[in-house]
């Protein structure tokens, strides 16, 4: 087991140091089986639920600062305790792992510290267990959350984000059958969510592309447009083509605008799998749009890029390496786009602005910006009705007719990503 252990200290340390999400570190894991696939997953991801607390607990057993030429046992001793305190490993194995692993990445001399410090650990295990209050957000995640929500909403959304998520599909039809064959939950909406307990391309119909992975909230976005049969609609920054295959599933006529060939590679594989055709287009966003000279989209669905501070259940490294900067730049290139987006729509057509941030500088108030400035567009209310069959999904409808779902929302199913949906028509 210590080959992989170190594998994922390195790839802690790529991502706290790099700021690099796990999802794009972690495709190194293609050199290890699926077993140890999955205790790295399960490793890494329980870590960073946890890392407030850890930091928090080494603090008392280490008094002074991690030299650079050290610092791989830092990382060490951040993967060991979350063993010893939250995946119930032998202490011994975690011990003996972590000292001969920063043997290798540092010196003996560290190793030996490391040593000492587990052992510590290990023997009030049971007392540090009891002190953990549950806390996720370190203070600069703070920072972002403070700007819109009060106390005793980041509270519930803490508690909420903390919980490990299950799997959401979207299926092509007969969401009920599907729901029963997989032994999933259906949801108001008609997503099914799954324990996710296997390999995904192992599960029934996924060969046969009857359905493809995309949470609940993401899903909702393309719920909120009209009838949209042969229609046509420009999906921007579209892969990896959840919102592109519901489109089509739609039976609208999609283009499938994104800027990265690595990730349209993906949603073209997802398109072939499921048996769907849409024109794909690798450009910028903003330069597409410059050289836009053909008649206007019936329907424009504009997932923006952005902070993904929304996906933390999911991504919970991001409350981590995601700072208040980090929502700023991404709100300016968000206005870019949107000073520009409305020359592709027609009169009449509908305008979909969706992100998966939790700030509301990424989603609410980019919106009432932009329509102070484009009077000539106006918001159409989304209610609950029209993503289910009874009022069950309100609590994710605001007052101006926008949807906006936090972790805690749909508790009784498990909770979600924290979402933003806007929809608007241009009149003019």
């Known amino acids: 087991m210590v080959d992989i252990r170190r594998a994922a200290v390195e790839m802690l340390k790529d991502v706290l140091e790099n700021k690099n999400f796990f999802s794009d570190v972690k495709i190194r894991q293609n050199q290890y089986n699926a077993q140890d696939s999955a205790f790295i997953n399960m490793l890494i991801l329980t870590t960073f639920r946890h890392l407030v607390f850890i930091k928090k607990t080494l603090k008392k057993f280490v008094k002074k600062k991690f030299p650079a030429t050290a610092v791989n046992g830092q990382y060490a001793l951040f993967l060991g305790v979350c063993e010893v305190l939250y995946l119930d490993t032998p202490d011994y194995a975690v011990i003996n792992s972590y000292v001969e692993i920063t043997k290798q990445m540092a010196d003996k001399y560290v190793a030996g510290f490391v040593n000492a410090v587990l052992r510590n650990i290990c023997k009030q295990k049971e007392e540090l267990k009891k002190e953990d209050s549950g806390e996720f957000f370190p203070p600069e995640f703070f920072h972002i959350l403070n700007q819109d929500y009060g106390k005793k909403t980041i509270q519930k959304i803490q508690k909420s984000a903390m919980q490990e998520p299950k799997l959401d599909i979207s299926v092509k039809k007969d969401a009920k059958h599907w729901a029963e064959i997989l032994q999933g939950q259906l949801l108001p909406s008609g997503t099914i969510r799954l324990n996710n307990n296997g390999k995904i391309s192992d599960l029934a119909g996924y060969q046969n592309g009857e359905w493809w992975v995309q949470d609940f909230a993401a899903a909702l976005a393309v719920k909120a447009l009209p009838d949209i049969k042969n229609k046509k609609v420009l999906d921007m920054c579209a892969a990896p083509g959840g919102k592109t ?37 690798c450009a910028d966003a903003l330069e597409y749009i410059k050289n836009f000279h053909e008649e206007g989209y019936d329907a424009v669905l504009l997932d923006a890029p952005c902070s993904a501070t929304g996906t933390i259940r999911r991504h919970p490294e991001l409350v981590h390496i995601k700072r208040l900067k980090d929502v700023d730049k991404q709100v300016e290139l968000q206005q870019q786009i949107l000073s520009q987006t409305p020359k592709l729509i027609k009169k009449g057509g509908i305008f979909i602005y969706c992100t998966c941030s939790i700030a509301h500088a990424e989603g609410e108030k980019q919106i009432r910006a932009f329509l102070e400035k484009n009077t000539n567009f106006k918001i159409i209310p989304i209610t609950s009705e029209e993503l289910c069959d009874n009022a069950e999904l309100s609590e994710i409808i605001t007052p101006e007719g926008f949807i906006r779902t936090l972790p805690y929302h749909l508790q009784n199913y498990g909770g979600t990503d924290s979402f933003f949906v806007a929809r608007l028509q241009k009149e003019s």
Request: aromatic residues 2%; glycine residues 0%; proline residues 0%.
């Open 245 to 281: 295959a519901q489109l089509l599933n739609k039976e609208a006529t999609v283009t499938a605008l994104d800027i990265s060939e690595t990730r349209l590679a993906k949603l073209k594989e997802n398109m072939d799998r499921l048996h769907f055709k849409a024109q794909i287009i």
